[in-house]
C-alpha cells in the first residue's frame, strides 16, 4: 500500500513538473521602446548665425516702432537672408528636430521676404506677427539658451482688439504694433503690452 502511496505521489509530481515546464511561455527579450525626441543641444557656431538673425528681427520691430516702413524693408530682407543660412545641420539632435527646425527657418525666411512686398504699415505689421510666430517655435525647437529672450503679447495690436505678439531682448514693453507715431495715441500707447513667455525657461 505504501508503494502504490508513493508511486501516486511520484507520477502527480512528474505530471506537475511536465505541465509546468510545457505550460510555461519562453521569455522573449522585451522590444525597445519607440525613443522620444532628443533634446537639442546647440553649438557655439549655431548659436552665433542665430543671434545675427535675432538682431536682425530686433531691428524690424525697432524699424515698426518709429513707423519706418523703409529700414523695416531693409531689415527683413536681412532676416530672410540669415534664416536661409542659418546653420540648422549644427544642432545636436535627432532629424525629426533638425527637420523641424529646417522647415521652421525656410517658414521665417518666406515670411521675411513677404514682408517688404505689403502695402502700408498695418499689412507689414500682420506679416510681423506671422514673423514672430515662426520664430518664437523655432526658438522652443533649438532651445537657445543665449541671454534672455522675452515674448510680449499686445492684446489690441489691430482694430483695437485682435492680439498680436513680439519677441525683445528686454523686458521693457515697446510695442512695434502701436508704435510711438500713431495717428490715435500718438506715443501713448507705445508701452502697451504683456509678458506671457521667456527663454530660455526657468
Not at 20 to 44: C, F, M, N, Q, Y
Not at 135 to 155: A, F, M, S
Not at 175 to 188: I, Q, R, S, V
Request: net charge neutral; charged share 20%; hydrophobic share 45%.
Amino acid at each position: 500500500m505504501k508503494k502504490f502511496i508513493l508511486l501516486a505521489i511520484v507520477f502527480l509530481a512528474a505530471g506537475f513538473l511536465a505541465w509546468k515546464l510545457l505550460s510555461d511561455k519562453p521569455v522573449r527579450p522585451s522590444e525597445p521602446a519607440d525613443k522620444p525626441l532628443a533634446i537639442a543641444r546647440t553649438t557655439g557656431a549655431f548659436n552665433d548665425s542665430f543671434a545675427v538673425m535675432l538682431n536682425s528681427y530686433y531691428a524690424v520691430r525697432d524699424a515698426l516702432v518709429d513707423w519706418d516702413t523703409l529700414k523695416a524693408d531693409q531689415a527683413a530682407y536681412a532676416l530672410s537672408a540669415r534664416a536661409d543660412s542659418l546653420p540648422v545641420q549644427l544642432i545636436k539632435a535627432d532629424s525629426g528636430i533638425l527637420l523641424t527646425a529646417r522647415s521652421l527657418a525656410a517658414s521665417l525666411s518666406g515670411d521675411a521676404k513677404g514682408f517688404a512686398g505689403e502695402t502700408g504699415i498695418e499689412a507689414r505689421r500682420h506679416s510681423f506677427d506671422l514673423m514672430t510666430e515662426e520664430l518664437y517655435n523655432l526658438l522652443r525647437t533649438v532651445r537657445y539658451d543665449q541671454g534672455e529672450i522675452y515674448h510680449i503679447k499686445c492684446p489690441m495690436a489691430f482694430s483695437d482688439s485682435i492680439p498680436a505678439y513680439w519677441l525683445s531682448n528686454t523686458s521693457t514693453v515697446i510695442n512695434p504694433y502701436l508704435g510711438n507715431k500713431h495717428p490715435t495715441y500718438k506715443a501713448k500707447m507705445l508701452h502697451c503690452g504683456e509678458l506671457v513667455d521667456s527663454f530660455p525657461t526657468h
